[in-house]
Structures are given as C-alpha cells and as structure tokens.
C-alpha cells in the first residue's frame, strides 16, 4: 500500500517519510542495561570494559581466540555501553542451543540497532518477534530456488561484462572488482533497472549510503551533528536515495507487467495477501536492507576465494578445469572454504528478553550471546588441519551440522546465503575461465564496519 499523507489523504511525500525515519531511528536508547551479577557467568577478562570492546571490534582476529585458549569454550567479555555480558559460544552443540532458541526471549534485532536511521524501523534485520516473523515470511519466496534461478542469466551477464575489463597481466585489487561487480548485480536484481541513466542516479547514492562509518552512524544519537561534515553529506544522501526509491517504488505499483518481473521489488509488491501488503516504508526499509547486507558481503567471500586459488597453483588449476567444464559443485566448495577459513562476519548475537540457560550456564536477561564463527571454523576436531585451505572438504560431503555457520542460524540465518552461493559461483567461473589468477603479496583479515576483509585488498594479477 502507497502511505498516504494524513491530511491531504495524498501518497506522502518521500522527504516526510525520510524525516519521520529519523525522528523515530536512534543508533541507541532503550531501557538501560539492568547492573549485572558477573559472579555466575562464564569466566573472562577482567581488563576494561572500553578495552575489551575494543579488542573484540578492533582486534577480534587475535583477541577471540586469545580468550578461547585462556578460558575454554564459553567464556564472557563485558562491552560498550554499560559493561553489558557478551557470552560467546564455540561448541557446535552450543550454536545450536542458541539457533533454536525461542524468538521472543532470542532476540537479534537489538543487536543491529546502530543500522536504524539508514534500514528504518521494518528492516528484516532490526525487527524481532512477530514483525519479523511476518517479515520473514514475505521476503523468503524472493530468494527461494525458483526466484534464484531466475536471477542466474543477470548475475552471468553482469559477471560476463566486469571480466570482460580485465586485461592479461594487470595488478589489482580483487576487493575493489568484486564489490563493484556486487552492487550491479544486486542494484539490478533488487530493483529489476537495467536503464542506464536510472543506474546512474542510484548508483553514487547507494555506494555512499553502503559506505557510511560507524562514527557517523553514531552521531544519529546527537541530531544536533546532522548539520555538519559527514553526518550533513549523509542526511542528504539519504533524502536522495529515498526519494529515488520512493519514485522507482510507486512507479513499479503502476507497472502491469508485474506478475512477468523477476526483480526483488515486484516480487515484493505482489508478495502477502490483500489485506497484508507491504507499504512504502516497509518495501523501502527492506530495498535498502538487501542492498547493503547482500554487496559487501559477498564481494568479500569472493575476494578471499580468488586470494586463496590465487596462493595455491594446485588448487588453482583443479577450480579452472572444474570452472571450463561447468562443474558447479567444485566452485561452490571453493566458496564455501573461503567462508570457512575467512568467515565476512566473525560472529552472530541474541540479546536475552528473559532469563535463559545455555550450555548449562543460566544467563539473565540483557546478556547477549552468540556462537563465535571464527571459532566455530578453526575447531581443529571438525575441520581438520583448520588453517589449510581445502575445498574438497565440501565435496561430497559436509562438516558436522553448526561447525560451518557462516551464514548465522535458526529463524535469523541470512536470507541472502543461497543468493551468495549462486552468485559467487557464477563469478568464479567466469574469472576462471577467462584468466589465471596469482595472488600477489600475502593478505590478512581487517576489520571494516562489522565485515572482516583482506587487509591490502586481495591483490592478484590475472594472466
Ligand atoms: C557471503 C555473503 C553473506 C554472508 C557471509 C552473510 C552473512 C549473514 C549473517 C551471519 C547473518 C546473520 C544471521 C543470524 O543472525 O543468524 C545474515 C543475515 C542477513 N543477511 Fe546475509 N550474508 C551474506 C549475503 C547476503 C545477501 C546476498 C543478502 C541479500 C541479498 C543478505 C541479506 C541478509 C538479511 C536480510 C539478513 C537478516 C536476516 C534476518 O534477520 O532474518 N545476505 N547474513
């Protein structure tokens, strides 16, 4: 349903909707975080609370495993703000407790608050409970197998055009290709635009919008800052994008072709009963949602695949014959190693609603936990020899269930995650058809936002 404007009963106009987003999205709030009894949790540093935040945003490459040899397989770090408890699991069985725990007490979307003012309130990602249940439940068929299968031929061309840029010989940074190669792809299948100047319009404001800092997500708690530097440039960018997508949104509910249309939006608009349509805001909080969770991510699953073959001329050479002779399965298990051995996204959180027992620990209300993923993938008793990369451990065969989570769990597991496979698979084959790749200099994890990405960018040079 179009929102309309209260007074004039006339569809409200995009710079309303923006305003009223900011107005009601604070990065922080809430009820206060109730004084905890450390006492009973599981065992952890005693450093800080602003040094232990620290290391697990800044240095959670060294700083997490660091706990887990000194402290075992549960353990707590107290962080920003309040001195809150985070538990972080590293048991399969522990995942698993936590995956299939009850919604309403596992709550995931408080987690994500930061990302307000720029998802907005109905963003699957900030919603908890039944919103997100009915959320959920209206997004899933625009990524189920049929829907995937009709985005292939997109994802091939868009692929087909960024190698086809490439030249023999040349030095780059595989980040860079693949993020731009993403955000095409998911431009053009979340919004079904394949005109050239509309790409045009969208395509600065959402790369601004996808590369917002932390910092400047933190000013939303001062709205007095939305008149300087950054946080001004970003208030305007945001009124552009909206006013974009509110003008794409309301032009597409027009469109009479829209059972015919593969694109996420028309699928959306379509998708629900009558009485049970996404509105505006709604369509417009998960447009923007998909568009940021589902391009860096990906790019960066990719450029760790390409640094990995591009190291290892045996594997190489097996992932090129598989790439020429369509073997899919082969490059789906490169991918699916690459997200092993450098998951995007080091760990997944539940904020508890109510008191609640994990891995034998009874945990209060207000703890978060979660299962590390960077631990869950170097247990050397699920995947052995952890620190070698192997895709043949995907061949035929899978992990034990919550040793590979890369994509989180339960009713919360990325939505994205068959759309990412599909896509990286068609990427790898065409690089790999086309070129041969070496990695150029060694590359380590960095922290970005909340990603973990190649540190000088997964350099390779394409022969
Ligand atoms: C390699 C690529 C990707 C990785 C590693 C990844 C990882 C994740 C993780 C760890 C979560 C949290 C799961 C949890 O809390 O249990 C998540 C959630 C989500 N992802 Fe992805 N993701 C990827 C690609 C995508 C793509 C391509 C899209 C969309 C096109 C997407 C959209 C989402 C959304 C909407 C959620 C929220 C789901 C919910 O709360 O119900 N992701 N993703």
Redesign the pocket.
Same mark, same amino acid.
């Given at each position: 349903m179009t929102t309309l404007d209260q007074q004039s009963g006339t569809p409200a106009a995009p710079a309303d909707l923006t305003a009223r987003r900011f107005r009601r999205m604070r990065p922080f709030g809430g009820e206060p975080a109730p004084p905890f009894d450390f006492a009973g949790l599981p065992p952890g540093p005693r450093w800080p609370v602003w040094a232990q935040s620290v290391a697990l945003i800044r240095f959670r490459h060294t700083f997490v495993p660091r706990m887990w040899r000194r402290y075992g397989d549960v353990f707590t770090v107290r962080i920003l703000p309040g001195g809150r408890p985070l538990v972080l699991f590293t048991r399969p069985e522990h995942a698993k407790e936590i995956?299939a725990g009850d919604p309403e007490v596992f709550h995931?979307?408080k987690g994500n608050a930061i990302l307000g003012p720029i998802m907005g309130e109905h963003s699957?990602?900030l919603q908890d409970g039944s919103e997100?249940k009915r959320a959920?439940a209206l997004?899933m068929p625009a990524?189920n197998g049929h829907a995937l299968r009709g985005y292939r031929g997109l994802v091939e061309d868009v692929a087909r055009a960024e190698v086809g840029r490439w030249r023999a010989g040349e030095e780059f940074r595989s980040l860079d290709r693949m993020n731009a190669l993403t955000l095409e792809v998911?431009l053009r299948v979340v919004f079904g635009v394949t005109d050239e100047r509309r790409l045009a319009r969208l395509r600065p404001c959402v790369n601004r919008t996808v590369n917002i800092s932390p910092a400047v997500l933190l000013g939303w708690g001062y709205p007095a800052l939305q008149r300087f530097g950054p946080w001004k440039r970003t208030v305007e960018n945001a009124y552009r994008l909206d006013e974009l997508i509110y003008a794409e949104i309301r032009e597409r509910r027009t469109a009479t072709d829209l059972e015919r249309r593969t694109d996420v939006l028309s699928r959306l608009i379509l998708a629900g009963d009558d009485g049970d349509r996404l509105s505006d805001e709604e369509l417009r909080d998960q447009l923007v949602?998909?568009l940021l969770?589902?391009h860096e991510?990906?790019a960066?699953?990719l450029a760790w695949a390409l640094y990995e073959l591009g190291r290892d001329p045996a594997q190489r050479a097996v992932a090129r014959e598989a790439a020429r002779s369509g073997d899919d399965d082969h490059l789906e298990a490169v991918l699916k190693e690459s997200?092993r051995l450098h !998951?995007?996204?080091p760990m +997944?959180v539940r904020t508890l609603m109510r008191p609640a027992t994990v891995g034998g620990w009874q945990l209060p209300a207000g703890a978060t936990v979660g299962p590390s993923?960077l631990l869950a993938h170097s247990r050397a008793e699920h995947h052995p020899d952890p620190d070698r990369f192997d895709p043949a451990r995907f061949l035929g065969q899978h992990p034990p269930v919550n040793t590979w989570i !890369?994509?989180?769990?339960? +009713?919360?597991?990325?939505?994205?995650?068959g759309?990412?496979l599909m896509?990286?698979v068609a990427v790898l084959r065409q690089v790999l058809t086309a070129y041969d790749v070496t990695a150029v200099g060694r590359d380590l994890p960095r922290v970005r936002n909340i990603t973990s990405v190649p540190r000088r960018g997964a350099r390779i040079r394409v022969g």
């Open positions: 995956f995931a979307g699957l990602l997100h959920r997004l990524f998911i949602t998909l969770a589902g991510t990906t960066t699953a997200l !998951p995007v996204i +997944v993923i !890369p994509f989180g769990g339960g +009713v919360r597991r990325c939505i994205g995650a759309f990412s896509e990286g």
